[in-house]
Each structure stands twice: as C-alpha cells, then as structure tokens.
C-alpha cells in the first residue's frame, strides 16, 4: 500500500479529550476518529487491525468447534418481552420504532435472538450440542462512556452461545471455549487473568471474565500472590480465619459519643481500634428491610449479600428509611434490642469480636463491652465483606493481591434461563421435552484492540506485536525525487509483495522527520529507510520495539526482514 492512496490522518497533538494512552495514541495515529459520544469509525489502519484480532478469534473459536452465523442487530421487542428484559432493562437498551410504529431493541446483546432461532430449526437431542457465535456491532447506550473504544455506545462484539442435552455436555462446551479464550488473548499477546466473576442478571452458576492487567482497567482483580487463584474482587471469597479471642466479657456500658457518626469517628473518640467496632448497615432486600453487620475496618459486599441471599435487588437503606425503622439516624443504629421485624444477618468477622462498640440505637449513644449472642443476636453469619489486600488467598496459597482489570471476554453457564422463559426445548432420547441448557461467550473485539494499544506503545507512539500490525514493515524513502532512492524503494516494494510481505510505503512529499515520527506514531514493527547509500543498494533497518538499527545488502533483506518478522 502506498501512503498516498491510503488514509492515515495522524496527529501532532494529544487531543484534550483523550484520558488514556490507547485513546491517545490510535487518535492521534489515525486509527480511529469519533462521530459522536462512544461512537467510533474505524479508519484504514484500525480496520485492518481489527480484521487481523476477528480471524485470530475466527480460528480459535472454529478450532473449539464453533459455527459462525449472523444474526441482525434489529430485534422486535417480542422477542425481549419473552424472556422479560424488555422491562427490566432501561435507558441502556437502544430501542426505535419502525414506519409501521412496531418496537425493536438495537442489539445489545443476542440471547434471545438465538434462542428463538434454535427454538424453532433444533427439535431432536440428536442435534445437539450445537456452539454457534458471531462477530457483530452491539449498541449499548451507556451513560459515560470514555476512555475511546475501551467503553463505547457501538461497538465490535464476538458472542457465542452453546446449546446442550445434558450438564457434562454444557460443561465440556465451557472449557473448550475456555481454552479458546486463553489461546485468543495470549496470540495477541496481553497479559491476562482468567478470573472467577458474578453472573449479574445473567443468572447461571459458573461464570469467568478474562481481564487484562491495567492500570485503567475498570475492575479491581484479587490474585494470589502464589498460585492462579484469580477473582473479580466483587466474587473473591474470604475465608473465615479468624482467631477466638481469649479475652472475658466485660459488663455492657452506654456511653455519650455527641456528633460521633462514622466507624472512624466513633474509633477515634472512645480510642479503640476499628476491628472492635460493630458496622450496622440497613439494607432493602427484595422488600424486606434486613440490618446487616460487618466487622468497623471491612466493607460489605452487596453482590456476596445479593447471591447469599437469592435475592433479585439489594440496595442499601435511604436515611429516612432507616429512621422510620430503626428510630434513629444512620450514625447511631446497631443490632442490640432491636425489634423482632428487623432481621439481623452478619459477616462472619463479627462473630470473633468481643467487647465490641456499636451503636445504641439512640442518638449520640454508642454501647461498649458488646458480644455476639450475648448482647445481640445474629440469625446468619456469611461471608458478605470485600476481600482485602493481604487477606489468605481463598485456595490457601499465598495473600491476595489487587490490580486493576480491562474485562476482554466474559463466559457464562446459562443453564435453562432463556430456554425456559422462550420455551425452547428439545425431545431426549425417550422422547421427553427438555429445556436446552446453553452456554453463552463474549469477547469485545474493539476493546481488546484497544487493550492491546494500551499495553504495547512507548514514548513516541504505538509498538504493534507482529500478529496484529496492520501492516508488516515501513518502507521510507526519503527523497521520492531522487531517482536512485525512488527506483530502489519501488524495487524493494515489489520484491516484498511478491514475497507476501505486506508493505506500507510512505511515498508523500513530507520532511524525513515528518515520515519517522508518523512511522514512531503507527507502530509497525520494522521500518526500513532507503536514503543516501541507495546508490550501493544499502538501506537501514530499524526494528520498531528495541529501537535497533542495522544496515542491509537489499540482496540480504528478505531473508533478514523474514526472519525478523518471525521472531
Ligand atoms: C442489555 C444491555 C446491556 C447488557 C445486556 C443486555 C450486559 C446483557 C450481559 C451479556 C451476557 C453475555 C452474550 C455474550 C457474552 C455476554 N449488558 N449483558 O445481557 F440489553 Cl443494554 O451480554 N451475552
């Protein structure tokens, strides 16, 4: 490809807009440009980066034993009203109406899509089991969406679902695809964990989000510093190794704590360390109102709350709720004398504090000397806080550690969650109608590209790794005018396409410095300058990551260039 029939809009400066270096760099690039708010074109060189992650997920998914189809990004609402997202999703969920005023989602997703369509074509158990996936834009109308194509309103989703007549089938299904997934994001060379997740509304037991370390990664992951434990710090387990204290009980004391509302507040003012404090936090579960306690130097994990108790909403209780039921302000309540009504449910933390501080219930009074089943009683102790930095590792190898996460794939058991809601069944070998049990995968495609831009630049631009450059090598001349650099350049142009090299050749009319520094920004891996020695048939090769120069016989470049795009 020769720069000038082609479109590589680079930029001098950092747009203000811009927050993150993947967002940076492949705007000012010319990889991508905005058409609105999350919403992206795909310039030539971005197309062509995006195609080459596309046909790595292609191989692997068809290597798992995966078809591709495709299916529309234009759903009708009945299809949402069967399974009962229609409702339950909001502003998210882009939705327009056709000329005949008849409602359809914008793809957000395609489960029900594909339930419907393997409801109606797959009848018999002898069909089954049937992966099929897509490649395909998905619209989600997120409101802030930042940081360039790592959260967008369009963007490049590969979904796939996986239809079983039985369990083993599901689960065998799950961990090709797994595989498939670690193959993926290690051929694009990112540094990922697969990491234990929450099934959110999804539903479904096993799910796994493959997150790429980062530091503007959204998600915190909690990882053992000793062994592949890995989880979404909203699902990591704590395990309850805690010490008995040997401490005796001391006599229940009221005390006037004026103004003292936070853990931190209460600490402070009666000088004890917060592990003796008693957090009361009133939660809305569903619709009943429940008064949850945790240890004062730990959080309360509403997801763990959520799943613990199979609730469907879990939110916390607005001040005015919790004085209407507790009588008195946030501040001040605790679990001691409490009426019947309120249940009380703990982090199993609190069962080991002894002559603990909580709150009286009354305003500005704290109780001292407070323990478990002696002074207030707990209906269930659970693992319900967030795990935290140094904590045992949940597998009993090694401390936990945090970073922070780019989610690039996401893989669910769905179990009958949609086949149930859509009726979708098929006739077992004794010729019983059965729920399909399915599985479903996402991968951003564009946000893994943007992953990858996130994690492989350096100070003057973009560093591609060979399996995903747009193009294999830069050929520079540095003077089209003259005629021994134009000739060798185009000689060396030939030789590399005949050889299935595929060349980009800045043939523009620009300074050297203009041409190097928009080579920098692009960031093939080898830029080759034919210059002053073209007369003798010697051009510098320059290898874009290690910043290496060598000068080359053009008898010797093939072979040299060959092998270095192999390494
Ligand atoms: C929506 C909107 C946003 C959504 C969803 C639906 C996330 C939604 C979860 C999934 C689950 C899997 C198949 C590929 C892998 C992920 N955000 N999810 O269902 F309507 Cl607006 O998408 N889907």
Same mark, same amino acid.
Do not use: D, F
């Given at each position: 490809m020769k720069q000038r029939n082609t479109? %590589?809009?680079?930029?001098r400066e950092t747009p203000a807009d811009a927050e993150v270096k993947s967002h940076q760099l492949l705007l000012r690039a010319g990889y991508i440009r905005q058409n609105a708010s999350g919403i992206y074109s795909f310039l030539p060189l971005g197309k062509k980066v995006l195609k080459k992650v596309e046909d790595i997920i292609r191989e692997e998914l068809d290597a798992a034993g995966a078809v591709e189809l495709l299916m529309p990004a234009l759903q009708p609402s009945e299809l949402w009203k069967e399974s009962g997202r229609w409702g339950t999703y909001g502003p998210e969920l882009m939705r327009m109406n056709d000329r005949h005023n008849r409602e359809f989602a914008l793809g957000a997703t395609h489960e029900e899509v594909i339930t419907s369509l393997v409801r109606d074509e797959v009848k018999s158990y002898? !069909?089954?089991p049937l992966t099929l996936y897509q490649i395909q834009t998905k619209f989600r109308d997120e409101k802030r969406p930042r940081f360039g194509l790592l959260r967008g309103r369009e963007f490049i989703m590969k979904d796939a679902y996986s239809f079983h007549a039985s369990k083993e089938s599901l689960d065998e299904a799950y961990d090709k695809l797994f595989q498939a997934y670690s193959n993926i994001f290690t051929r694009c060379g990112l540094n990922f964990r697969a990491v234990i997740a929450d099934s959110g509304a999804m539903g479904g037991k096993d799910t796994h989000e493959f997150m790429v370390l980062? @530091? =503007? #990664?959204e998600d915190t992951i909690a990882y053992s510093d000793s062994s592949d434990y890995a989880a979404n710090i909203e699902m990591a387990e704590v395990i309850d190794c805690y010490t008995e204290s040997s401490e005796d009980l001391q006599e229940t004391e009221k005390v006037s704590t004026p103004d003292r509302k936070t853990i931190e507040e209460v600490a402070s003012f009666l000088k004890i360390e917060k592990e003796r404090c008693v957090k009361s936090l009133l939660f809305k579960v569903d619709d009943e109102f429940i008064l949850v306690l945790s240890r004062g130097d730990h959080e309360i994990n509403d997801i763990k709350l959520k799943n613990e108790l199979n609730a469907q909403v879990v939110e916390i209780a607005s001040p005015e709720e919790t004085k209407e039921i507790l009588g008195c302000e946030v501040g001040s309540i605790g679990p001691c004398s409490l009426d019947e009504k309120v249940k009380v449910i703990a982090d199993q933390? =609190?069962?080991? %504090? !002894? *002559?603990g501080v909580c709150g009286? *219930? @009354? @305003? #500005?009074y704290h109780f001292l000397n407070v323990n478990p089943e002696r002074d207030f009683t707990v209906s269930q102790y659970a693992d319900l806080r967030f795990i935290k930095e140094g904590d045992a590792s949940p597998d009993g190898q090694g401390k936990i550690v945090f970073a922070k996460g780019i989610e690039v794939g996401h893989v669910f058991k769905l179990g009958t969650r949609y086949s149930d809601a859509m009726n979708s069944t098929f006739l077992d070998e004794n010729g019983r109608a059965q729920s399909i049990l399915m599985g479903c995968y996402g991968i951003g495609v564009s946000r893994t590209l943007a992953a990858v831009a996130e994690q492989f630049n350096d100070e003057n631009g973009l560093v591609w790794p060979t399996n995903l450059t747009p193009y294999d090598l830069h050929l520079i001349p540095i003077n089209m005018k003259d005629d021994l650099q134009s000739s060798l350049a185009n000689e060396l142009y030939e030789e590399f396409k005949s050889n299935r090299i595929d060349v980009l050749m800045d043939d523009r009319a620009e300074r050297p410095g203009v041409k190097f520094a928009d080579s920098d920004l692009i960031g093939l891996p080898i830029r080759i300058t034919v210059g002053k020695k073209a007369g003798d048939g010697i051009v510098e090769v320059k290898v874009r990551k290690t910043g290496d120069m060598l000068e080359v016989h053009k008898d010797d470049l093939l072979a040299k260039i060959q092998e270095l795009l192999q390494s």
């Open positions: 479109m %590589i809009p680079t930029l002898k !069909r089954l980062s @530091e =503007v #990664g933390a =609190v069962k080991y %504090i !002894r *002559n009286a *219930n @009354e @305003e #500005g």
